[in-house]
């Protein structure tokens, strides 16, 4: 059975955020992909199988981190895509059902793959309880964005602060969150970037996740209501980095970016 490293929001090996890919052509138990995704060990590891012709999608898709299954997956949605174009399995738009719904992945002229997802809702509420000291920064806002993806979106006061946090990992699993999506406006948004990001999630295993697609559903809202645009650019990430750009379209957010095949193997389990 092949399997497939592929590095996610970024042009460059050894860069943005790498899933696991596998290609099946149905789901075997959920206790074997449990133990799959926990051997690649990566945030994400996704599963896909074709579906018949003629319905709402053309691929099913599951996601699981090294401890749970996930809800939404940014990064191992544009990973698997990249995987059906490269090897000619799927060109074009692909329809992936998956637990929040109908996702599409559309392959770009540019050599990019551009996800449709559904725009988080954002709720301003207070931080909860132990929040700064877990996170090790004072927050400017928070936003919740339980209806979609169950994190919390906590604005900073500069991207300097965004990029030298060190989270006490095990408080921040203790908050009533998947995780936590820090962010802030760029120092320079007329830049390459408009606003900088980090997400953790150590509810679910992953203590920072470098380059987040689910994420940006939200950021893209929040900070295209800041600049008065719906177009802008994200970096997020602490050693591994990436970028995302967001279109905010309504009530869905496309996000575009490159990705890499890294390793291509078998698993032999």
């Not at 991207?159 to 995780?179: I, M, N, Q, T, Y």
């Not at 575009?256 to 078998?266: L, R």
Request: hydrophobic share 45%; charged share 20%; aromatic share 8%.
């Amino acid at each position: 059975m092949r399997i497939r490293i592929v590095d996610a929001f970024t042009d460059r090996p050894f860069s943005g955020n790498p899933a696991g890919v596998l290609l099946l052509d149905s789901f075997p138990a959920d206790d074997w992909l449990r133990r799959v995704a926990a051997e690649v060990n990566l945030s994400e590891t996704a599963f896909a199988h074709p579906l018949p012709p003629g319905g709402p999608a053309d691929w099913a898709l599951r996601w699981f981190t090294p401890t749970t299954e996930v809800d939404m997956c940014g990064h191992a949605t544009l990973a698997t895509a990249h995987v059906l174009h490269t090897t000619g399995a799927a060109t074009g738009t692909v329809r992936f059902a998956a637990r929040c719904g109908i996702l599409s992945a559309t392959a770009e002229p540019d050599g990019t793959i551009t996800l449709d997802f559904p725009t988080s809702s954002l709720t301003a509420v207070p931080a909860p309880a132990g929040l700064a000291e877990a996170l090790g920064a004072e927050p400017v806002a928070v936003r919740d964005t339980a209806a979609h993806v169950g994190d919390l979106v906590v604005e900073l006061t500069d991207e300097k602060a965004v990029r030298g946090l060190s989270p006490d990992f095990k408080a921040l699993a203790a908050l009533p969150c998947r995780g936590i999506i820090a962010t802030a406006a760029a120092d320079d948004p007329s830049g390459a970037y408009q606003f900088v990001s980090r997400g953790f999630f150590p509810a679910v295993g992953i203590e920072e996740d470098p380059v987040t697609g689910s994420a940006h559903t939200a950021l893209a809202p929040y900070w295209s209501a800041r600049f008065g645009r719906d177009e802008l650019t994200g970096f997020q990430g602490g050693t591994r980095t990436g970028l995302v750009r967001t279109r905010l379209r309504g009530d869905r957010t496309l996000l575009t970016g490159h990705a890499v095949t890294v390793i291509d193997g078998e698993l032999l389990a």
